[in-house]
């Protein structure tokens, strides 16, 4: 039924990164578009454990749902072990995702793999990335950030930015086992190292691809970079030639006071990905700088604050100062970081 690179993607993401145990209750949320995937995620569960289920969100009503449905919130807080691959809508940030991770965590032992938008090019590209090399640069990285006070960013796309950070505002390492996430929960693929920045100022040149649902929508920013001028750690003006684009990034900072706040700073730390595909859940991963507008996990990072909205921008062959420390050169991390 499926293919050899499917299913070893399927399976990592079961036993190496979720770790499923025959006790486990494992449920999978998805949707059509992501079906052959749930089932390959099933089919190595079932391995493991009897206790899996399948819910399809088109069972529930036309999408974007505006609620959680009863029946899945139900499941989420039964299961010990929450796999989500449905496909990104408007609105359904806060009116599932949000509320899904909260039950599917809630118990001591529980954890959760969002992947969403995740799509068989990814199952068989960054879930086959060898997790055990990205949890030891996550961890050099970590090391070398968490007490950053200054990060610099320039590409010959014209990001030129400087972050500032706060000791009291963690960095965290999301490294594919999520077990071992405080907050037992995280993306899949994996392979970064983040934090909430005290303050950023600058312009950042998104040539890779946005997040949340514009990402599906609009797919690789190369050939329509958006321009972003941050002050203050906010956006005060964006550009770019696609006019439907600009329209819709400018509607969405505009959905709650933080929602033009730049709320997470991230590296990418997947070395096993070889070039960006124009696909969020992968490409913010890929060597490199991400920030996102929008919510900066206060409950992960300590910031403080939070918002309705988080868009990530993925920015390509970056290179990037730690306090006067070169850390990255266009894109390349440099010998001795690796």
């Not at 068989?124 to 990060?151: C, F, H, P, W």
């Not at 500032?164 to 392979?191: A, C, H, Q, Y």
């Not at 990402?215 to 321009?227: A, C, I, T, V, W």
Request: aromatic fraction near 8%.
């Amino acid at each position: 039924m499926f293919d050899d690179k499917l299913r070893k993607g399927a399976r990592q993401a079961v036993v190496n990164c979720m770790k499923i145990r025959p006790e486990d209750n494992v449920i999978i949320v998805g949707d059509s578009q992501s079906k052959m995937i749930m089932n390959a995620l099933a089919d190595a569960s079932l391995e493991i454990t009897k206790n899996v289920k399948l819910f399809y969100l088109e069972d529930y009503g036309k999408r974007p749902l505006r609620q959680l449905p009863k029946e899945i919130a139900d499941a989420a807080g039964w299961s010990t072990a929450t796999f989500y691959t449905a496909s990104s809508m408007p609105g359904e940030k806060v009116s599932l995702r949000k509320p899904i991770i909260k039950l599917a965590t809630a118990k001591k032992g529980s954890r959760q793999a969002h992947m969403p938008d995740v799509n068989v090019k990814i199952m068989k590209t960054g879930m086959l990335s060898d997790y055990a090399v990205i949890q030891k640069l996550s961890r050099r990285l970590y090391n070398l950030a968490k007490n950053a006070k200054e990060i610099k960013v320039v590409t010959d796309a014209g990001t030129f930015i400087v972050a500032e950070f706060s000791s009291k505002i963690k960095w965290i390492i999301s490294d594919g086992d999520i077990t071992k996430r405080v907050m037992r929960w995280g993306n899949l693929p994996s392979g970064e190292v983040y934090t909430s920045p005290l303050n950023v100022n600058g312009v950042f040149v998104v040539d890779g691809v946005l997040g949340d649902w514009l990402g599906p929508k609009y797919g690789s920013m190369e050939r329509q970079p958006l321009k972003l001028t941050i002050k203050n750690s906010r956006v005060v003006n964006a550009e770019c030639r696609n006019k439907k684009l600009l329209a819709e990034f400018n509607d969405y900072i505009r959905q709650d006071s933080n929602a033009n706040r730049i709320g997470e700073f991230a590296i990418g730390t997947n070395i096993g990905l070889k070039k960006l595909i124009g696909e969020m859940l992968q490409d913010e991963k890929f060597p490199g700088i991400h920030m996102a507008v929008g919510d900066s996990y206060p409950e992960d990072t300590g910031s403080g604050w939070g918002s309705k909205a988080h868009c990530d921008a993925v920015i390509s062959k970056a290179t990037i100062v730690v306090d006067g420390k070169m850390i990255m050169k266009e894109g390349k991390f440099i010998y001795g970081v690796l």
